[in-house]
């Protein structure tokens, strides 16, 4: 059994950083790749950035150059580091893992990002 456990949302003004985390239990997190997914209200949820076990990324074109996903395996932990916040990037930040190349089966209970002046 794998657990999530995401932290580090909060309210930042529009321009500010934000760090988030997914700490994982279990031990085959390493082997995963690990995606941050967002879910903004009356939206669907979305692949905000992704990051397999060797260390390839992909993010979505509107966080681009402002987001950076990293991975940590001796501590089971993935991180995004977000920058130059803006107001559309409000949501709640889930983590997910369990497949090698995508989506997985495994999802944190979220963390929710305000970006609000």
């Known amino acids: 059994q794998v657990q999530l456990v995401e932290s580090g949302g909060g309210l930042v003004q529009p321009g500010g950083s934000l760090r988030l985390s997914c700490a994982a239990s279990?031990?085959?997190?390493?082997?995963?790749?690990t995606g941050w997914y967002r879910q903004a209200p009356g939206k669907q949820r979305e692949l905000v950035a992704l990051?397999?076990?060797?260390?390839?990324?992909n993010y979505a074109d509107s966080v681009k150059g402002r987001f950076t996903i990293s991975r940590d395996n001796a501590r089971n932990t993935v991180y995004l580091q977000m920058n130059s916040l803006k107001p559309e990037d409000t949501a709640v930040y889930y983590c997910?893992?369990?497949?090698?190349?995508?989506?997985?089966?495994?999802w944190g209970q979220g963390t929710q990002v305000t970006v609000s002046s």
């Open positions: 990051i397999t076990s060797g260390g390839n990324t």
């Open positions: 279990g031990r085959f997190f390493s082997i995963w790749a």
């Open positions: 997910n893992t369990g497949s090698i190349s995508g989506l997985g089966g495994y």
